[in-house]
């Protein structure tokens, strides 16, 4: 099913150089569908309802943590229009790629560094379990408190929290049975995500890389669908416009040689995909 999908983008919620936004929201039937250009961490802080992600529905209620990556489309709605009787209330903290660099820093232990690394680099698919011992409501409480009521070192101490979160994100799939078990296909598929990141300029197809996978092309495509929540062609057009950013910000090069470079010979097609998943052109979003 096909959905009127929004993007929500980081400018919009990062202020004052802070690469990082907390908030506690209560949730509408209303809301829209969307997806966003930063990685989102969700705590169910009240009630009950559904998350929509991709072309799935499941229920959800208090005490659930999700992690949604860059590119996946989703919305949380609670079971009926009546708040009152039928609340759902979230915590979100939003956070830029460009802070798990600064935290990966931080990070001696090798598993934590990895798992920031991953999730950097967008290796690290949607994820959901439960709060069992009231960690992560602690963590997203005192993040929420310490966003809205800054004092002198804020900013270092929300990261310092964020990186708690990270960390006890990571023992959580650390000891997920489920994840376990599919751990040797999880391990090769993020190998083939980190291929990706390598070629994405070339010219890829799903036959292609079902030739050098070992997987057929059917499979492949149920691997991302499962993992990202997004078609072999939908992630890799993401990946590309998501370099190309990189290129836009941190370059002054042509913008029909930065189209080249992540895997586009036609500038007209680069421009229109670029806007259709940012929302702006090429140039606007240079000046931005």
Known sequence: MNHPVETYRGEYFFQNNQLLYVNRASE????PYHDHDFLECVYIAEGAGYHHIGDQVHKVRKGQVFFIPIGISHVFRPISSD????????????FSPLLLHKLSAFASDYRSAQFINDMESGNFPYYSCLDTNSQFEKLFLSLHREFELTQSGSSDYLHTLLLQLLITLQRSVASDPEVTARAPQQLEFIKLLHDLDQRFQQELTLAKLAETSGWSERHLQRLFQQYT???????LQNLRIQKSQELLRGSQLKISTIAEMVGYRDIHSFNALFKRCTGMTPSVYRRG
Not at 28 to 31: A, C, P
Not at 83 to 94: D, G
Not at 229 to 235: A, I, T, V, W
Request: glycine share 0%; with cysteine; aromatic share 14%.
């Open 28 to 31: 509408s039937i209303m809301s």
């Open 83 to 94: 708040q009152a009787r039928n609340p759902l209330s979230v915590f979100n903290c939003v």
């Open 229 to 235: 929540k997004q078609s072999f062609h939908r992630y």
